[in-house]
């Protein structure tokens, strides 16, 4: 088992490519030797972010021949936009022995013309879909070991499926009557500005946006699909909320089984399913999960209330989508691609209040 690697972050200056940076800093097995993004070349990437106070030059990726990036690290996160990604990995995967985790959709849906649909540009090639691991770790692990290549899942998915994987695949639920109600702090944009989530625009406001468009609904479809063995639909409806981290994602379903009219069995099932998963936690009866109780840290938590009179359940999950929702999964994926301990540089407690 390989003990110690070198790791370069594409996309450094961004919000995802920063935070996994924070988090690999206090990785035991894990030295960062470049860190990559279209612009800022040669600052240090204290210019940007002086919280980590880190010499590290920023390099830009402009010219630079992937054979080079394979000479100084071991695994690369892409943690760059959609469509960057898409053209990025396929080059990098062409080096022998480099692995490769990004944090971008564009490896996530197998599908080119659903991904095209839904992404509105070009899909990257078919070869390069087959290879990603859709490394959602707590479900997936078994493909994750091992592989050369991962596709981290997105924020809002981590939290949606967390949320409903063991209900669909214990028919506990209607599979055709599933809302997802979704709110995300405004980190989840990036750092780039955008009239829509500047400071005048999202204090004091709270908001819909891209309502039955969102990218993420046909990967949710595409897990909970292939967990339930049977196509399932969702209703999904995204939210940006006046807070810099973290998503709540309120879920709605019909209770298919008696058996399921209790939070009591609720609790008991999800606990059951999630026994040895170390990033998800189910809360007691009666509690439901905030976002700043996950703050800083890779959990999931999990919540729940069943409503005799209208047969339905809720489930809220919650996650911060900078952490669990793409730099902490990425290095759970990470650690168990390469045979560590799952939670290696994870062992992180919520920073509360
Ligand atoms: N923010 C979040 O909560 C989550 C984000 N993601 C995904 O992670 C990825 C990064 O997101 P986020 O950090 O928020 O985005 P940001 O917009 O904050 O950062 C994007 C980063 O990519 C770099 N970049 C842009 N174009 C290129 C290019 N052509 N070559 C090299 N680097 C480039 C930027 O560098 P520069 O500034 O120099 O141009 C910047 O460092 C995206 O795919 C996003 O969808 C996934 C889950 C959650
Ligand atoms: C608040 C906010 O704008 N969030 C982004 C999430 C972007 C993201 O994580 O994109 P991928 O998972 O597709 O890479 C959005 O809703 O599009």
């Not at 990785?27 to 919280?51: C, D, F, M, R």
Request: hydrophobic fraction near 40%.
């Amino acid at each position: 088992m390989t003990d110690h690697i070198r790791a370069a972050v594409v996309g450094s200056t961004g919000y995802g490519g920063v935070e996994l940076i924070r988090l690999l800093l206090t990785h035991p097995k894990v030295t960062i030797t470049s860190v990559i993004s279209s612009s800022n070349a040669g600052e240090p990437l204290t210019a940007g972010y002086p919280h980590l106070q880190q010499a590290l030059p920023v390099e830009t990726l402009d010219g630079v021949d992937p054979a080079i990036i394979r000479e100084k690290a071991d695994v690369v996160f892409a943690a760059t936009p959609s469509g960057v990604s898409g053209k990025l990995v396929p080059q990098l995967l062409e080096h022998e022995g480099l692995r490769v985790i990004d944090l971008s959709g564009d490896f996530r849906l197998k599908d080119r013309a659903a991904y095209e649909t839904w992404y509105k540009h070009e899909a990257p090639p078919q070869a390069s879909l087959e290879q990603a691991v859709y490394g959602l770790t707590e479900i997936y692990a078994d493909q994750v070991r091992g592989a050369a290549f991962v596709s981290n899942p997105g924020c809002y998915p981590t939290a949606t499926t967390l949320g409903l994987i063991p209900a669909v695949e214990a028919g506990a639920i209607d599979r055709g009557s599933i809302i997802v109600d979704a709110k995300s702090g405004v980190s989840g944009a990036g750092r780039g500005l955008n009239i829509g989530w500047h400071y005048a625009e999202m204090n004091e406001n709270f908001k819909a946006y891209k309502v039955n468009k969102h990218q993420h609904i046909p990967e949710v479809e595409m897990v909970l699909g292939e967990r339930a063995g049977e196509p399932v639909t969702v209703t999904f409806t995204t939210h940006l909320v006046p807070m810099t981290r973290g998503i709540l994602c309120t879920m709605y379903a019909s209770v298919a089984d008696d058996r399921f009219l209790s939070e009591d069995a609720w609790i008991e099932m999800y606990r059951s399913y999630y026994k040895d998963k170390k990033f998800v936690r189910i809360r007691d009866k009666g509690q439901w999960p905030a976002t700043k109780e996950v703050w800083g840290s890779n959990y999931c938590d999990i919540g729940f209330s069943v409503d005799p009179r209208t047969r339905r359940v809720t489930i809220i999950s919650v996650i911060d989508n900078l952490v669990k929702g793409a730099s902490g999964q990425a290095i759970q994926n990470l650690n168990v691609m390469m045979g560590w301990e799952e939670d290696l540089g994870l062992r992180l407690a919520p920073v509360y209040p």
